[in-house]
T-cell receptor, first 112, second 112 residues
Framework: SQQGEEDPQALSIQEGENATMNCSYK?????LQWYRQNSGRGLVHLIL?????REKHSGRLRVTLDTSKKSSSLLITASRAADTASYFC????????????FGQGTTLQVKP | EPEVTQTPSHQVTQMGQEVILRCVPI?????FYWYRQILGQKVEFLVS????????KSEIFDDQFSVERPDGSNFTLKIRSTKLEDSAMYFC??????????FGSGTQLSVL
């Protein structure tokens, strides 16, 4: 089944603005993670939020999780040109091997 | 900072040929994964490996695929008889007991 569908698929903003990306999923989860991918490169872990948490912060990143709606959002505040990348949510279900199921991703472009 | 390394970065092969993609996970990690990403699509789970055996595999990971951890450091993905649709970026990932995955930079496989 599909998991981790994200919107928008693409987002273009000016440097200094905030960027919000949303993710929805279908099955119950143990945790949800956000990863960043620069063009043609590997994925880099940004932040993890557990199913019993509602909000988490890390530097300019803020993640929320609403398990009743099976959705999460990633907010990047005061964006920089260097934040230009693709951002993926990924879910981990309970009782499995810790595998991540990725969403389609949001491509963020931050214009200087 | 320790990192997952993958070789080669690019691999071109003829349809029907065997390919081996190589990965060196982070040294004290216990769980190992292969993912793939077809151009413009989401990152897809292939297989997870723990305690010297496959712990989970996806529908994509059919009899043409195999994984090995031949020694204490390498983790390989073999595709026995490549097909055109195997063309993708293949990512290796590893983790410790924590849920965060560390990804390599990937091997771009092109099947002609």
């Amino acid at each position: 089944s599909q998991q981790g569908e994200e919107d928008p698929q693409a987002l273009s903003i000016q440097e200094g603005e905030n960027a919000t990306m949303n993710c929805s999923y279908k099955t119950s989860i143990n945790n949800l993670q956000w990863y960043r991918q620069n063009s043609g490169r590997g994925l880099v872990h940004l932040i993890l939020i557990r199913s019993n948490e509602r909000e988490k912060h890390s530097g300019r990143l803020r993640v929320t999780l609403d398990t009743s709606k099976k959705s999460s959002s990633l907010l990047i505040t005061a964006s920089r040109a260097a934040d230009t990348a693709s951002y993926f949510c990924a879910t981990v279900s309970s009782g499995n091997t810790g595998k991540l199921i990725f969403g389609q991703g949001t491509t963020l472009q931050v214009k200087p | 900072e320790p990192e997952v390394t993958q070789t080669p970065s690019h691999q071109v092969t003829q349809m029907g040929q065997e390919v081996i993609l190589r990965c060196v996970p982070i040294s004290n990690h216990l769980y190992f994964y292969w993912y793939r990403q077809i151009l413009g699509q989401k990152v897809e789970f292939l297989v997870s490996f723990y305690n010297n055996e496959i712990s989970e595999k996806s529908e994509i990971f059919d009899d043409q695929f195999s994984v090995e951890r031949p020694d204490g450091s390498n983790f390989t993905l073999k595709i026995r008889s490549t097909k055109l649709e195997d063309s993708a970026m293949y990512f290796c990932a590893s983790r410790s007991r924590a849920e965060k995955l560390f990804f390599g930079s990937g091997t771009q496989l092109s099947v002609l």
